[in-house]
């Protein structure tokens, strides 16, 4: 992937936070480099909110 190859030549790593709301780009995006920040997809989200609404969450 072109970005991810920038992002290591110039060392942003660090400073970068990628994502989509797909969760089958999310999952890529994660396998291609681990160590940039991803936000959540549409469905991890969601599941956040419904485990909140629940009261499974610990906060």
Same mark, same amino acid.
């Given at each position: ?9 110039? %060392?942003? &790593?660090?400073? =970068?936070?990628?994502? /989509? +709301? /797909? ?6 995006? =994660?396998? %291609?480099? /681990?160590?940039?920040?991803? +936000?959540? /997809?549409? %469905? &991890? ?5 419904? =485990? ?8």
């Amino acid at each position: 992937m072109r970005v991810s190859d920038l992002i290591k030549k110039y %060392q942003r &790593e660090h400073i =970068t936070y990628w994502g /989509s +709301f /797909s969760h089958k780009i999310c999952r890529k995006l =994660t396998a %291609q480099n /681990s160590r940039i920040v991803r +936000f959540c /997809s549409f %469905q &991890e989200a969601a599941g956040i909110v419904l =485990t909140y609404w629940l009261g499974l969450l610990p906060f």
